[in-house]
């Protein structure tokens, strides 16, 4: 079967694997991974990370080239619908007028899940400002519906806590996500391994969006080309086609018409 690409916001893409560019020892190291992972897509925490507003600092910018990724501006550490609103605005100033964005806006220091009655709040303003917004949320099939509805290019429920690692914990609301939506599914936060990435993949996620599970591996360049194998292999098997599920066992050469 002949795949389609991804197509965020008009943009199609080879890779269905996003990437953060935080938690790495250095800027060096995160264009090795990033390189190595073939993503075209990286998320940014305009927050966190300097991209030019500290003269002074290393910048992004001199490791990873806009003319070769879509920098995806995030609003990681937002717990309010204006704190998230202010950082997009900023990310569209430094970034030329860029109104891709991820929209996140977190509920606890604890958890980091979502909070997702700020997150809509955020949602409905940028919106109208022109943003194209990525939206980090749970996995209510509801919740991600309602924010496919107000205009969302994308939607990103998480699989587990962000860097928990814990791997995706609710597959069946996440296929009723997938199986609803007219727009992208991304999983976001919780991957913690390769097996994980093609778990998201084989349910039939659009993408798979990864920080932690990278930079915080032992050898995160190596790691990047795990998960890279991974959503190309779990894509594959989605379109292929799993066998059904048997409690018993099916013998894989049939016995009719054998000669005894």
Do not use: W
């Amino acid at each position: 079967m002949t795949d389609k690409k991804l197509v965020i916001a008009g943009k199609e893409y080879n890779s269905r694997l996003m990437v953060g560019t935080g938690k790495y020892k250095d800027f060096d190291e995160t264009r090795k991974a990033i390189e190595v992972s073939g993503a075209e897509m990286i998320t940014v925490a305009i927050r966190r990370t300097n991209m030019g507003q500290n003269s002074d600092e290393p910048n992004l910018l001199d490791y990873l080239s806009p003319d070769k990724y879509t920098f995806l501006p995030n609003t990681a550490g937002c717990f309010t619908a204006e704190d998230a609103i202010r950082t997009c605005r900023l990310a569209r100033e430094l970034l030329d007028d860029h109104t891709l964005v991820k929209l996140e806006v977190l509920g606890d220091q604890k958890t980091l899940f979502p909070d997702v009655i700020q997150t809509m709040q955020a949602a409905e303003v940028l919106i109208k400002e022109g943003f194209e917004i990525m939206v980090y949320t749970n996995d209510d099939p509801i919740i991600a519906k309602q924010f496919e509805d107000m205009g969302c290019v994308a939607v990103m429920p998480l699989a587990a806590p962000i860097g928990s690692g814990l791997g995706i914990r609710n597959p069946y609301n996440i296929l009723t996500i997938i199986e609803n939506a007219n727009v992208p599914v991304v999983v976001d936060a919780g991957v913690g391994t390769a097996s994980d990435a093609a778990i998201a993949m084989e349910l039939g996620c659009d993408g798979v969006l990864m920080n932690t599970a990278i930079a915080g591996a032992q050898d995160p360049v190596l790691m990047a080309s795990a998960m890279k194998k991974a959503i190309e292999a779990g894509r594959e098997a989605f379109l292929a086609g799993r066998i059904p599920r048997k409690r018993f066992a099916s013998a894989s050469s049939p016995i009719d018409g054998t000669i005894f």
